[in-house]
């Protein structure tokens, strides 16, 4: 097939509502609510349930203020596509690029704690060797299920998410009549800054849920796009909220610790061994269908948008003709994850702590983007807006409240590091002059054979 004939390829539009609507409650970071949450219960106290509702409601006022954009302008591409109209190549560029990377980094991360999760089910095994392969061998699984085809990895994600969805609402359910309401307090153990200091974890454990709008050039009916990023949104507050509160009512919070999820010892208390036993596996599917639909579609989509733009090398639009998946973009998402994978067994804390607040740090510069852009929408499209099947209500109050909660994430994540924020800058500018470079190289090639066939 000609390379004229392959770029003409577009992915195929099989997913329905419920496929989107797993791709957002899947792709929440799994080790954020199962692993991590022990760090936001310590430095919070009770009072992480709080924190941990207002960096999701920060998420479902993000959904909100995106779903004008999601429904008008539906894109494999998401907010690169909607800022690149409203802002220009360079910054619709920097927004897809930088969730994008995000993911790509949440790989390893969440990889490498899907590696360890399974390591609870064979604790005969012993080193760092297995947890890697572990990892490894997982990530190739979904990477194979997403070149064989969307509708093959939604279908599963599907499923995993009915079932982890079941598994913490059952938990919720009957471990209420065990709750120990002496536990919730003091409610603020450490004081206001502990509880500010526990919103950026919550908001890492409710990332990448806004991954659905990568949806976009594969969903059969667009208008399922703005109500899948609301209800998404809402099932995974209320799931988690009610969750944490019965986990805390459980156990003190001066008892929990980091070493193992918190949700494990707290069904074990609930359940015993069976409980314990059912309740890692809801952790470990957290974490797969993050990398699912997360790492190894979201990526693989803005890449493949972004290089039939001509901001990336070609070959990550290619379009595998028969499953109708950008093919080799998945495999270069692959093949970085599990160099991160290995990376992070290495060195643990420049994958968890460096890049992972690098992640935090490209998707709020992302959000940021995206919401400038939803706001241009209304002003330099009203007449657009005005014609969209769906609408989001109480304009604008819905992007002020994203700004503010981002406002909120960006100070309590970066005012104790703010190297972290040079660095992350330095990483952008260079990114500015490759983007530069090849971008005008392109324009170049391009204008050359347009000369030559006149």
């Known amino acids: 097939m000609s390379n004229k004939n392959q770029l003409s390829l577009e992915p195929q539009r099989k997913l329905g509502y419920w496929s989107i609507w797993a791709l957002g409650v899947g792709a929440v970071i799994g080790d954020g609510i199962f692993l991590l949450m022990g760090q936001g219960i310590a430095t919070a106290g009770p009072g992480a349930i709080l924190a941990y509702v207002i960096a999701g409601l920060s998420q479902l006022f993000l959904m909100v203020s995106l779903g004008e954009l999601a429904v008008g302008m539906p894109n494999a591409g998401a907010m690169s596509h909607w800022v690149e ?53 997982f990530i190739t699984i979904f990477a194979v299920l997403n070149i064989l085809g969307t509708e093959i990895a939604a279908k599963t994600q599907l499923i995993l998410v009915v079932i982890m969805t079941l598994v913490m609402a059952l938990f919720s359910i009957i471990g209420m009549k065990d709750i120990n309401f002496d536990h919730f307090t003091p409610f603020l153990p450490h004081g206001t800054d502990g509880f500010w200091a526990a919103v950026p974890l919550g908001t890492y454990a409710y990332l990448g849920a806004v991954t659905l709008a990568t949806a976009g050039g594969e969903v059969k009916n667009p208008k399922d796009l ?76 803005i890449f493949y948008a972004q290089a039939k733009s001509g901001f990336l090398p070609a070959f990550f639009a290619h379009i595998h003709p028969k499953t109708g998946t950008p093919v080799y973009g998945i495999i270069v998402v692959w093949a970085l994850s599990v160099g991160l994978v290995i990376l992070g067994s290495v060195n643990p804390d420049f994958l968890y702590v460096e890049l992972s607040t690098q992640l935090v740090l490209a998707w709020l510069v992302s959000w940021t983007l995206a919401l400038i852009a939803a706001i241009l929408y209304r002003k330099k499209a009203l007449q657009e807006v005005q014609m969209l099947p769906w609408k989001q209500p109480l304009y ?25 924020l040079v660095r992350g800058a330095i990483g952008m500018a ?6 530069r470079f090849f971008y005008k190289a392109k324009s170049q090639s391009f204008k050359a054979g347009k000369d030559t066939t006149m």
Do not use: H
């Open 396 to 420: 604008p109050l819905f992007p002020i409240l994203g700004f503010v909660g981002i406002g909120i994430v960006f100070y309590g994540t970066f005012i104790g590091s703010p190297m972290t």
């Open 85 to 137: 109209r409203f802002m220009g190549k360079w910054w619709g560029f920097l927004s897809g690029f930088t969730f994008a990377l995000g993911w790509v980094i949440a790989g390893g991360s969440v990889g490498l704690a899907l590696g360890r999760l399974t390591m609870w089910f064979f604790p005969q095994l012993k080193g760092e060797f297995w947890p890697v392969f572990f990892a490894v061998f």
């Open 226 to 301: 703005p109500k899948a990023l609301i209800w998404s949104s809402i099932t995974f507050l209320l799931l988690y909220t009610t969750a944490q509160a019965v986990l805390q009512g459980l156990i003190p919070w001066d008892k929990i610790t980091m070493d193992s999820s918190p949700f494990t010892e707290a069904a074990r208390m609930v359940f015993g061994v069976a409980g314990a036993f059912i309740m890692n596996m809801a952790a470990w599917i957290a974490a797969a269908t993050c990398i699912l639909m997360g790492t190894l579609y979201a990526s693989s989509r």
């Open 430 to 435: 260079i990114l500015y002059v490759l983007f």
